[in-house]
Antibody, heavy 116, light 108 residues
Framework: QVQLVQSGAEVKKPGASVKVSCKASGYTFTSYGISWVRQAPGQGLEWMGWISTYNGNTNYAQKLQGRVTMTTDTSASIAYMELRSLRSDDTAVYYC?????????WGRGTLVTVSS | EIVLTQSPGTLSLSPGERATLSCRASQSVSSSYLAWYQQKPGQAPRLLIYDASSRATGIPDRFSGSGSGTDFTLTISRLEPEDSAVYYCQQYGSSSLTFGPGTKVHIK
């Protein structure tokens, strides 16, 4: 079954970091890039960036440059997204998704709550 | 960064009616690299249309996309109750991908 399975919900304090994982199955992991998209409560979709699963190249949204790092473990077909220096407005559902252009497969999302 | 604007913000229609959703870009979208997604409450988005007019796998033919340059349209020809959702457009013609703010479709 072609799917992306994400890690569970996280609660973090302001200033902390969070690392979300995304395990791909049912397809050749290195044939598609992985994008990360987040959605704040009741808001729209925000593209965070993309990583090539083939060579590790990344392209991050300008507003997150310096705070976000995307990596992969190709041996395990897992992608990771780490966000540092968390603020309350980083509270959102974080989706991993297949594709660096249009996105044809989405994970179920990981809720990250930033609260003191 | 290409900014996408969607209209209307909310659309309220009856089953069987035709829905026309608009997506306008702040600058021309290269090669019509525009996609449409449907998102229902509590669910991840689902790809409907890519490359402005190509339907994704398994998408009913009542969904169609058109447009080029800066103006794009998603048409739902005959609304079904299950089409109640928020619809987002997204451009991938530039290195920084962007989404529109969404159009909420309400079925009366």
């Amino acid at each position: 079954q072609v799917q992306l399975v994400q890690s569970g919900a996280e609660v973090k304090k302001p200033g902390a970091s969070v690392k979300v994982s995304c395990k791909a199955s049912g397809y050749t992991f290195t044939s598609y890039g992985i994008s990360w998209v987040r959605q704040a409560p009741g808001q729209g979709l925000e593209w965070m960036g993309w990583i090539s699963t083939y060579n590790g190249n990344t392209n991050y949204a300008q507003k997150l440059q310096g705070r976000v790092t995307m990596t992969t473990d190709t041996s395990a077909s897992i992608a990771y997204m780490e966000l540092r220096s968390l603020r309350s407005d980083d509270t959102a559902v974080y989706y991993c998704a297949r594709g660096g252009a249009y996105i044809d497969l989405w994970g179920r999302g990981t809720l990250v709550t930033v609260s003191s | 960064e290409i900014v996408l604007t969607q209209s209307p913000g909310t659309l309220s229609l009856s089953p069987g009616e035709r829905a026309t959703l608009s997506c306008r870009a702040s600058q021309s979208v290269s090669s019509s690299y525009l996609a449409w997604y449907q998102q229902k409450p509590g669910q991840a988005p689902r790809l409907l249309i890519y490359d402005a007019s190509s339907r994704a796998t398994g998408i009913p033919d009542r969904f169609s996309g058109s447009g080029s340059g800066t103006d794009f349209t998603l048409t739902i020809s005959r609304l079904e109750p299950e089409d109640s959702a928020v619809y987002y457009c997204q451009q991938y013609g530039s290195s920084s991908l962007t989404f529109g703010p969404g159009t909420k479709v309400h079925i009366k």
